[in-house]
């Protein structure tokens, strides 16, 4: 999965800057801003874990985020507890959905976010 969306990002890039991208056919929106949220480490030197790192990264995705950006989310929640994961990744995407309406890739692996794609208004 991660390496599908970096491979992503960089199609991406590649289209916007005018270079040839590795299909036989493509056609690709033009984004205003990319955003990524894929692996993460801890950052000693400032103090932050993991997850503080990880909710910062989607923090500044979602403070900027407009619906022509792109945002790709790799695993959010995975750092903190099973239960408390999931609502965060739940309300990221639901907030994406209703108020930014960004073209969005989110994998996860929690199996009960699933029915959302279900739940949520297209």
């Known amino acids: 999965k991660s390496t599908y969306m970096r491979q992503l990002a960089l199609v991406t890039v590649m289209s916007q800057i005018g270079c040839f991208v590795p299909a036989t056919e493509a ?8 955003f990524t949220r ?9 103090g932050q874990s993991t997850f503080m790192v990880e909710m910062l990264e989607a923090k500044n995705a979602i403070a900027n985020a407009s619906e022509r950006s ?6 959010i929640g995975r750092g903190t507890s099973t239960y408390d994961g ?5 309300a990221i995407i639901e907030h994406i959905h ?6 969005t890739l ?10 959302l794609e279900e ?3 297209q």
């Open 27 to 34: 056609v690709l929106p033009v984004f205003d801003q990319i």
């Open 119 to 121: 739940s949520l208004d």
């Open 86 to 90: 999931m609502a965060l990744a739940q």
């Open 98 to 103: 209703d108020q930014i309406g960004a073209k």
């Open 106 to 115: 989110f994998s996860t692996h929690y199996h009960e976010l699933t029915v």
């Open 38 to 46: 894929i692996g993460a480490a801890d950052d000693l030197i400032s």
């Open 70 to 75: 792109l945002i790709l989310f790799d695993e």
